[in-house]
């Protein structure tokens, strides 16, 4: 479709969500937007709801034991120790590791946090993967998992990841003023060598 069309197909599913007014405001805007993207050909048409990733919670377990010598007082550490990649953060909102091998298929995430605020109680995890050039980097679908702020460790298994590629975890906290400050490890990791790339936003 080119851009002319795009751009005026958008203008259309605009106008018809604005009219629907029998929709509720959080539905009529969901339409909306859902409509915009298959129309500018960022979704497919096909697509529906049961394709959409469901929200992944970590469960309660896990702990965490750093090895000996780590230096954990850092505002972002991150190290490999055998098959862990084991990270410390303090104050952080959002930060990312430097990337490491995938030693399977799959990794166990366990981590707690804390935070001062008293209404947003949960950070996240993802993972993303460098292209085999080191020139970009892609998130990989389905891997971002929920982890609690209450100070108690919770644990999580990720799959979806090619062994030999490289990866980083993206850590995030969905607040403007408030920080987190805990640890996290990886394990399945297959090397303890990381890579970090220059120029690349934390």
């Not at 607040?175 to 805990?182: L, M, R």
Request: hydrophobic fraction near 35%; proline fraction near 2%.
């Amino acid at each position: 479709m080119s851009l002319k069309k795009r751009l005026a197909a958008l203008a259309m599913a605009g106008v018809m969500a604005l009219t629907l007014t029998a929709c509720s405001p959080k539905e009529m805007l969901s339409n909306a937007i859902l409509t915009t993207a298959t129309v500018l050909g960022f979704r497919d048409a096909d697509a529906g709801d049961e394709d959409e990733a469901p929200e992944k919670k970590a469960e309660a377990g896990g702990s965490i034991t750093f090895p000996d010598g780590m230096e954990t007082t850092g505002r972002f550490v991150n190290e490999v120790h055998g098959d862990t990649l084991y990270i410390a953060f303090n104050g952080i909102a959002n930060r990312s590791t430097d990337y490491f091998v995938a030693g399977g298929d799959s990794v166990t995430v366990t981590a707690y946090a804390t935070t001062d605020s008293a209404t947003i109680n949960e950070f996240k995890a993802a993972i993303w993967e460098l292209s085999d050039d080191r020139t970009q980097t892609s998130y990989v679908q389905g891997t971002t998992v929920y982890f609690a702020t209450g100070g108690e460790c919770s644990t999580a298994t990720i799959s979806g990841l090619t062994p030999g590629k490289m990866y980083k975890v993206y850590i995030s906290y969905d607040s403007s003023s408030y920080y987190i400050t805990g640890a996290m490890t990886v394990t399945g990791v297959g090397s303890e060598e990381m890579t970090t790339v220059e120029n690349e936003d934390a």
